[in-house]
Structures are given as C-alpha cells and as structure tokens.
C-alpha cells in the first residue's frame, strides 16, 4: 500500500428531485442521496463502506462511476478530475475502475454465452482485436477469477451457473479490463454463507496479485472484518465515522456504529450480549432533521445535538467520527 | 468466433436456451399449428404443379360450365365463371399469404423500432412518438384502409403497404413495454458501467430479449393482414387481376352462388381463410407457451394422503431437557418431488424433531437442503408434485399428514400459522392492511360482527407495533419493516400456537432485523407461542434459538440444544459452517469456506449426502448413508459416521 491516492473525493454531493413540478405545486424537495461525503483512498488499499438501506452507499457507488451526474463536489482518480468529463473520456476511465454488482442472477444477460460476457468490455473498448489474444485474455481473467478450466465455461449460459460461479464470472468480467479500482456493491450478500468466503478471498486475493484498489459496499460488516483495511459508516447521505478496522471495531465512537456493532448478531450463543436496539426507520432523506441528523434516534443526544450539525472530528490520527459527544460518552 | 457469436440471431433468438426446440416439439398446439402453415406454403409455393387447370385461362369454358357441382373433372365444381374452384383455391392462396407476409413485416418493421426508440430513450421522444402510436390506435383500422384503398390504385402492391402501414401500433405498444422492462434490469446497468453506449447496448441486451415477443407478435400481425385483406376483396376494393380467397367470395357472392345453391364457391375460399387463420393462432400460441414455459405442477392441489410405509427407524429426538408439552411431533418425514419422466427428487428424507410449547427452534441450512420444502409440508402447501411419502406429523396428537384438505384446512392458520419468506412483497397493493389482517381473521374465526373483527385487527397492529392510524393505509404507504410486521400480524390472527418464520428478517437492514426478532422474541414469551425460525444466519439462530435442526441435501445433519451446536458440534457440516460464518469478535480470523456445492435433489450421491465436500470423509461415507446417532441420551443427534457409538 503506497501513499499515492488512486481516488480523492471532495464534498461529493448527489440530490435527486423528489416528485415532479406540476402546474399546481413547484416541487423544490431533494432527496440528499450523497451529501458532502470526503473519502481517500491509496492504490492497494480496500475501504468498506457500512450502512442501512437509505444511507447512500449505493449511490455513492454509481456516481463515482459515472452512471450518475454528481450534484456538487469533485472526483479525482489517480490526479484527473473526473467530476464532470465528457462521453469519450469517461469511456476511457471505465477501463480503469469497474463494478460488482450484487445481484448475480440479473447481473448477467441471460441469452448470452460466459465467453460473449466476458468479451463484451473488450468489444466495447476495441482492445485487442486479433481474436486470438482475444480469447486469450478472456481465459485469463475467467481463470484469475477461480474458474477453472476456463474452456468449460465458455460456451455455457448464466442459467447453468450457481450463484458463486456467476458471481466469478461478472468479476472476471471486470478484471478482463484490468481495472486499477474496484467498486464491489454488496457482492456477496446474495450468496450462501458457506460460499460467500470464496468470493471475498478472491477479492483478496486479487488486491494481492494485481494491487487493486478495492471499495466493498456492505451492510454486513462481519464478512470483511479481515479484508478491508479502514471501515466508513454512512448515515443519511454522510459518514458518520471512518477508520482503521481495529479503531472502529475495537473503539466506536459514533453512537450509531455503536449501536450497529452491538446488533450484528455474534454466532456464540454464549456470548449473548445487550443489543442497542434503535427504534423507527432511517427518516427520509428529503425532509432532513436539524442539527446531528442522528439526534431523532440517538440514545445519547443532548440538547445541542439538536442544533449543532457536526463535522468529522479526529479522533486518532486514522480515526474520526462525527459526534459532539466524542470520547466523552460510550452507549451502554 | 466470440465476434460472430455476439451477431444478432434473429431466428434463433427466442430459442436462446438450448432446449427451445425440443420443447416446442413437445408443445401440440404450436406444432400443429406449423404443419398446417407449412401445408398452406406447399400449396402456395407448388400450386403451378398442383392445380389442374389454369385459372387465368377462359379457354374451353362455355357456359354450360357454370357452377357446375363437383365431379371427377372439377373437385371442387366450377365458379360463376366456368372455371376451376379448385385451381382458384390453390392460386388464391398465393396471394394470401404473400399479401400477410409482407404486410406484416412492414408493421413489425415499423412497430418494432418505434418501440425501442420510445422505450429506450424516453422523455420527450418517448412521449411523441407514444401520443402518435395513440391516436393511430384509437382510429379504426378497417375503415381507414377502405378508404385510402377507394381512393388510390386497388393494386396488390397498394393493399400491402396500406394494410403494413396501418398495423404496427400494438405492435410498437408491445415492444415498447418490453424494451422498458429489460432496461431496468440489472445486466443493463453492467454493461453501461462497462462502458457501452447506447447502440451497443440496443443491439446485444435490448434486441435479444424483445425478438421473442416481436416473433410471437409479428404471427399475430400475419393473420390480421391476411384477414385485412380478404376483406378488402371481398367488399370489391381489392386488386382485380389477381385470384385471391376474398375475391373468390366476392364473386360468388355478387354473381349469385347461393341462389344457384353453389355452396362450394363459397365454401372453398372460406375455408382456406380459415385454415390459414387457425395454424397462424396455433403457432402463435404455441410458441408463446414455448417462451414462457409455466410449470404446470404449481398449482396447489388436495395432496393424496401420505403412503404410509414401514416406519423407518430413526431416532425422534426426545429431549429430556424440555419440561414443557410437547406441541408438534415431526416423525421421519420424507417428502419426494414425484415427476413423470424423472426419479422422484428426495427432497427431505427422514426428519424427525420436537417442538415444545414456547420453544424457538432454529432451522439452519443453505439452498436446496429442503428446509422450505419442509415447512410447507407441515401445512401441506406443497405443490402438486411435492408428496409426503413416508412419516407423521404430529400436532398435539393428530396426525396432520392422515387429515383431508377440509380437516388441514381448519388447522391452518388457526392452530399453525407461517409468514412466507419475502413475505414483505406478498402483501395485494390494492387492498389497505388492516383489510387484509381482516381477511385472515374472518376465514378462520366465527366472528359475526364488523366491530369485532375490527377491533381484533386493531389489536394485532398494538401486538406488533404498528400505529392505528397505519390501519387504513395500503402497503406501498408502508416501509420493509413495518410490511414485515404486517406480516406478523396476520400470522398471529388466529391465535396459533405454532409459527413458522421462513427466513423472516433476510432482505431487511440488520437495525430492522433487531427490532423484528425483538419483536418475535416478547411475542413468544407474551403468547406462548412456539416458533420455528428457518434461516441460513448463523448469528441469529446464535442470538434467540433454544435449539437448532441443522439440515444438509435434505436430510438431517444435526440436532441439539443451542449451545452445544455451537460450542461442541458433532457433524462435519456444522463444523464448516461455524467457520465460514463471520464473526465480529475475532476480525482478523480468515473466513473459509466449502469448497464444491449442494447436492441437486434429482442426482443424490450414494451415502452421505455431504461426503463430496467433507474434510473429514473417508470410504464408508461415500457408500453407506449414515444413521441418526443419538448422544448424551437423545438429547444430541448427529448423522455422521464419525460419531457412531
């Protein structure tokens, strides 16, 4: 892991207009899918990002790739500002960061054949058009992502795929580009438990052999625990706390983390713990709380919680959260 | 060959999986339907060397030939003309099938590419072209090419470009709802992330998946133009040069063929439109059963009563440790799918378990090991195919599998009730909640009253915490977690003493998650319910169960108190799957996994079922099945050879 930044984020804004303005009402509400969110990340290095359902993580995704138009902000991977690029350059750049997505049974075109999947990115870019080295590489990456031998594969249909297997395949697909970032968006959650650990190592894998940056989205943080070099937790279109895996394993300073944590169930029945169990749903994003946007649903709020909206504050030098409360107030 | 496969295979592509062309073999109606059309084009094609005389021809016709009735010389008799019906029939059908075929390519042509480019690009496009494809719905077809035809040249050419340019707007409507269907999915996405534009991704994603609804379609659209066209010529306005069946009737019709009493002038061309017609509908038909192939063992049907054999001896697992009342006893139950050309798939074999009243008993097991197929058994909610062959369920000392469809029926809900994995999405949308809650109740319970139903669902919405006010509202109004306690409600309508959770909490957040197994944990000790939680989570069996029934391919792999499965588990798989499961204590352990995957029902491996995976497998697994060996008297079962006393 080198201290060269392969991807900068800077005050990433993403707002979608909520309904539609109709001759009677002039709808101006946004939902703030992504907003105001810092994020690094170094060549080699794998972050998971943490969150519920609303939180942003997907769309975070999507608009570091370009499927979305950020709002406001910028992104910079490896020093080219790629906020706003046109067409052409942004096909450029999508050699060189690529997707996983979660689903690997709709990921996937069900009419076509493993090896026309795995060959389309290069079809799409007119990299190597002898057919020959074509194929060759199709093999490679098929085999780099665990599917060996890559000639039985070839000619079979996503239909006669597990899971796992088809999970590999939209992975080779993207390794076939030779991506130097990696955006996994929940890429196990739909698999078997029991198979799920092949996918990861692979990944691991992968960032060992290749040196691909990796961004693992989850909302389970327990299957990355050894994977991912630092943790980011979102909450309602921000990060509430980012870190090493120890520092927020270990040391949750965000009463949310800290309340997720004391909920994913651990397999001992021994070690039976007290869950902090938060009420309601994550409000909506489009009519924001004031101050802390966690204050509704916190434990632990005070007064100015309501008024305040905080920053990330440091915590370490690899650690920081976002709380008024920091290192003063541990939920029990 | 990766470039040529990526070509559009237009004939081939609804017939993208393999075995599309045996299945439309199998399929009657379609293949009816293409003989008949394939015995129409023979005809059509041959009709120089079929017809016995030359229609277009006067020459030794004098009019004593006249509607002469049929005979050896003429099969089908004469028209008013003096000529041949049989040699007009067969040439007519030329003209048939030419004007159906080319007319309707024009529409599908036209229909077609309206479609995609409204579907695919949207906005302000879409909504031209839709508002256009509109109103050239809403004008009738027929009197519309009456009209034009009258008024321009009656020439074939003429009718086929009018009847094509008037007939694409299903067909655009069609395609167009398609191609927004495939848009949305997520192999669309990919290939953008890819890096595809936008031609790329109409030609190899969008393409693909609307030709096989444009072939089934454009069949439609084939005999609609040949109909069109029959009735242009009958009424006069088609072209006069040519014999087609519409001209033929028009003639008999207007030269007096039913007072002369020449039904064969009429009857002939009718029923070669007929014909036509009816193999173009079965083609139709069949091939859209051929694309979308409904299993026809889905529907639920009374099962047949459970074939008792000699009951196997296995080991029920009677826990000494349980001083509570034993509520539901499974008894070495085996349940097969039973298929016409296949072995039975043994779905579940042998499982045997005791719930007490107020227990939480986990079911933990991965895809295909037949835990679902186990629970819809238990309220006989399997599919026609799936049969109880073998063992006894037990409900507080009634044999469920000896009831008949009324006696289960009583028993359902009311004694035993489930909450259906994705049960969240199982919710009618047009219908609010708390009418729904109503519906459970009303089915079950003697209430006579309005009032009384109302305040019972009012009641359940309190038990699981969901506002009153959210009564009225329908499910759309409402979020995963609250749809999910809906849910709940409705299982709890009846006041049962059993619940079944299949995977309950699976597409949920985990903060949502705590709250719904919070939620189901005061319920059962508030209720004296007894809950079965099906799940392939490991932490939450690990945080609320009693005891947990490991299942494996179908069979079980494990049984015992929670704690011991845990911390002292016996059986191979339990062992793997303990390691494969993250665990947020220790981070830093490297998870694995197992490597190889479940077991399909239909080809089951001789002896243990896990053996092909197995670290610990030696040669007796992989030849004799092991037995359910009890340890610490009954209390702990494991099915492996390895632990045999």
């Known amino acids: 892991m080198s201290n060269d930044f392969i991807l900068e984020v800077k005050n990433l804004k993403k707002y979608f207009q909520a309904g539609r303005p109709s001759w009677f009402s002039l709808n101006e509400d946004y939902i703030h899918a992504v907003d105001d969110v810092d994020l690094q990340l170094r060549r080699g290095e794998v972050i998971a990002l943490v969150g519920e359902s609303g939180c942003g993580k997907s769309t975070l995704s999507l608009t570091l790739m370009g499927l979305e138009k950020a709002t406001e902000g910028s992104i910079i991977f490896e020093g080219k500002d790629i906020t706003h690029i046109d067409d052409r350059q942004r096909k450029k750049i999508r050699q060189r960061i690529q997707m996983v997505f979660q689903d690997p049974y709709e990921s996937l075109n069900p009419t076509q054949t493993i090896e026309e999947i795995v060959t389309e990115p290069l079809i799409v870019h007119g990299i190597s058009p002898n057919l020959d080295e074509r194929r060759e590489r199709v093999r490679r990456a098929l085999e780099d992502a665990g599917l060996k031998p890559a000639e039985s594969y070839l000619h079979r249909f996503p239909h006669q795929l597990s899971g796992g297997q088809r999970q590999r395949v939209v992975i080779a697909g993207a390794l076939v580009l030779e991506p130097h970032l990696l955006l996994a968006d929940e890429p196990v959650s739909m698999l078997d438990v029991s198979i799920r650990a092949e996918i990861i190592n692979l990944l691991a894998d992968l960032r060992k052999s290749r040196g691909i940056s990796v961004i693992f989205i989850t909302h389970d943080l327990g299957t990355v625990g050894y994977f991912a070099d630092r943790v980011a937790v979102m909450y309602l279109g921000r990060i509430v706390e980012i870190g090493t895996m120890t520092d927020v394993l270990k040391n949750p300073q965000h009463p949310y983390t800290q309340a997720l944590l004391s909920v994913i169930p651990v397999p001992n029945p021994r070690l039976r713990k007290k869950r902090i169990i938060l009420q309601g749903e994550t409000p909506n994003p489009i009519d924001l709380p004031s101050g802390c946007r966690f204050h509704p649903r916190c434990p632990v709020a005070i007064d100015i919680c309501k008024q305040n909206d905080p920053d990330l504050i440091r915590v370490s030098e690899t650690h920081q959260a976002a709380c008024l409360l920091l290192n003063k107030v541990t939920v029990t | ?645």
């Not at chain 2, 379609?217 to 087609?244: H, M, Q, R, Y």
């Not at chain 2, 506002?467 to 509202?473: F, I, L, N, S, V």
């Open chain 2, 1 to 645: 060959m990766a470039v040529q496969t990526v070509e559009l295979k237009p004939s081939t592509g609804s017939l993208s999986r393999p075995s599309s062309w045996t299945t439309l073999g199998k399929n009657r109606i379609g293949l009816v339907g293409l003989i008949m059309l394939v015995a129409a084009v023979v005809v059509a094609v041959f009709a120089s060397v079929l017809a016995p005389y030359d229609p277009k021809t006067s020459e030794g016709i004098t009019s004593s030939d006249i509607y002469q009735r049929p005979s050896s010389a003429h099969l089908l008799g004469t028209d008013d003309a003096g000529k041949d019906v049989l040699s007009s029939f067969i040439y007519g059908s030329r003209v048939s099938l030419i004007v159906g075929f080319f007319a309707a390519f024009i529409s599908i042509v036209i229909g077609g590419i309206i479609g995609i480019v409204a579907g695919f690009y949207g906005g302000r496009l879409e909504n031209i072209l839709m508002r256009f494809t509109d109103t050239m719905l809403v004008i009738p077809d027929l009197p519309l090419i009456i009209v034009i035809v009258a008024l321009t040249k009656p020439s074939l050419l003429n009718i086929i470009f009018v009847i094509g340019l008037l007939g694409w707007t299903t067909t655009a409507r069609l395609v167009r709802s398609q191609t927004l269907a495939v848009k949305s999915r997520k192999f669309v996405l990919r290939a953008r992330a890819i890096g595809a534009g936008n031609w790329h991704i109409i030609q190899h994603h969008i393409l693909p998946l609307v030709l096989p609804l444009l072939v089934v379609n454009a069949i439609l659209v084939i005999s609609l133009a040949i109909l069109e066209e029959s009735t242009l010529s009958f009424l006069g306005l088609g072209d006069p040069t040519v014999i087609s069946w519409g001209q033929m009737l028009n003639f008999a019709f207007g030269r007096g063929a039913m007072s002369a009493g020449a039904w064969w002038a009429l009857v002939a061309p009718g029923f070669g439109i007929v014909w036509i017609v009816l193999a173009l509908t079965l083609l139709g038909h069949g091939l859209e059963q051929v694309l979308n192939p409904r299993l026809e063992s889905h529907h639920l049907m009374p099962g047949r009563p459970a074939v008792q054999q000699e009951a196997m001896l296995g080991i029920s697992a009677r826990s000494s440790r349980n001083p509570k009342p034993v509520v539901l006893d499974i008894q070495n139950l085996s349940i097969h799918y039973i298929s016409e050309d296949k072995p039975p798939a043994r779905a579940v074999e042998n499982v045997s378990f005791q719930l007490h009243e107020g227990e939480l008993m986990g079911l933990v097991g991965e895809s295909g090991c037949g835990k679902t197929t186990l629970m819809m058994a238990l309220m006989k909610l399997l599919p026609a195919a799936g049969q109880i062959v073998n063992g006894k369920v037990l409900f507080n000392n009634q044999d469920l599998t000896a009831m008949s469809e009324e006696e289960i029926a009583d028993v359902r809900w009311s004694a035993i009730s489930i909450i259906f994995q994705g049960a969240m999405n199982a919710l009618n949308p047009v219908r609010t909640v708390g009418e729904q809650i109503a519906e459970a109740i009303k089915k079950h319970v003697a209430i006579y009253h309005e009032a009384q139903v109302d305040e019972r669902v009012s009641e359940l919405l309190e038990l699981v915490g969901i506002a009153e006010e959210h009564k009225d509202h329908f499910p759309h109004q409402y979020s995963g977690g609250m749809r999910q306690r809906a849910m709940i409600a409705m299982a709890l309508a009846c006041s049962p003493q059993v619940v079944i959770a299949d995977e309950p909490t699976t597409a949920l957040d985990v903060m949502i998650q705590a709250q719904i197994l919070e939620l189901l944990d005061d319920l059962r000790k508030k209720l004296g319910l007894a809950i079965i939680f099906v799940t392939h989570d490991l932490g939450v069996v690990a945080e609320m169960c009693d005891s947990v029934l490991v299942m494996y391919g179908g069979v079980t792999a494990e049984y015992a108190s929670v704690d011991t499965i845990y911390n002292a588990p016996r059986h191979p798989y339990t062992q793997e799957l303990l390691k494969a499961f993250p665990d947020l204590s220790k981070p830093e352990k490297r998870l694995s996994s197992i490597p190889g995957y479940p077991p399909k029902l239909d080809a089951l491996p001789v002896g243990c079922r896990f053996a092909p995976r197995c670290p610990l497998a030696f040669e007796r697994c992989f030849i004799e099945m092991p037995a359910l060996h009890s340890l610490n008297g009954g209390d702990h079962i494991a099915s492996c050879h390895l632990v045999e006393n």
